[in-house]
């Protein structure tokens, strides 16, 4: 039986910058296992990215007001230190933002965020060249402000992967990426999620989540749906595309 990952329950988010608090999620309860790939659809605004951030205490405390649980693998991370958290998340869990750029410290080579932080294993070239890069004697002795956003993005992709997480969550991961290496990552995502029992969290569009989602929900006005097997959701009756 699947271990369950990540257990949401009756999440909500407000944002309270200006007084008056203005409500994103209500009462959002879900399960994620490992093994699956799991796509949040939704249209620009509706809280996406809000709810990856929620989930992993990103949001700033100051500037929103998070309620409900949020476990993963049984922990209760709101009730965790500071410090706690940090090497929680440093073990098992890496997040892909969309804007990969802004991830990186622009004074740092590239070849930092492979020895300090992941070390350079025999895997590292060979994921390099996966993703298109460069190799990484040529790689290393670039800051991140050499790069193009789509680089920059392949290449958070590829440290999130050689990190061996169980759980990696990917905000709009195709947003600077061609199709052709859209394809390698959905190809990617799948191998992770089933060859480690690992489970990955997903926000995209529809065309990425109808190659690699195994259960996919809709996030709008603040609410996600129930999570549906992939085919049964492109297939059924009323069908609504979201962007």
Do not use: W
Request: include cysteine; charged fraction near 25%.
């Amino acid at each position: 039986m699947n271990k369950n990952k990540i257990m949401l329950k009756e999440l909500s988010v407000a944002n309270i910058q200006k007084g008056q608090p203005y409500i994103i999620l209500k009462n959002i309860s879900c399960i994620f296992n490992s093994g699956k790939v799991y796509t949040i659809l939704g249209k620009n605004g509706s809280g996406k990215s809000t709810l990856l951030k929620s989930v992993l205490k990103l949001l700033l405390p100051e500037d929103f007001k998070v309620e409900g649980e949020i476990e993963i693998n049984g922990k209760n991370i709101y009730s965790m230190s500071e410090t706690d958290l940090k090497n929680f998340r440093k073990g098992i869990i890496k997040y892909v933002p969309q804007d990969a750029q802004t991830a990186f410290d622009p004074l740092k080579k590239t070849k930092y965020y492979f020895e300090k932080i992941y070390k350079i294993n025999s895997g590292t070239e060979e994921m390099l060249d996966y993703f298109l890069l460069p190799p990484k004697d040529v790689l290393f002795r670039l800051h991140p402000h050499q790069l193009s956003g789509g680089m920059c993005q392949r290449l958070l992709i590829s440290l999130s992967f050689l990190s061996n997480p169980e759980i990696i969550f990917f905000d709009e991961p195709t947003s600077a990426l061609d199709t052709p290496v859209s394809n390698l990552l959905c190809r990617k995502i799948k191998e992770f999620a089933k060859e480690d029992k690992n489970a990955v969290i997903v926000t995209q569009d529809e065309t990425f989540a109808k190659n690699v989602s195994d259960e996919i929900a809709v996030l709008s006005a603040g609410k996600i749906s129930e999570f549906q097997v992939a085919d049964k959701y492109f297939n059924r009756e009323n069908y609504e595309e979201y962007s």
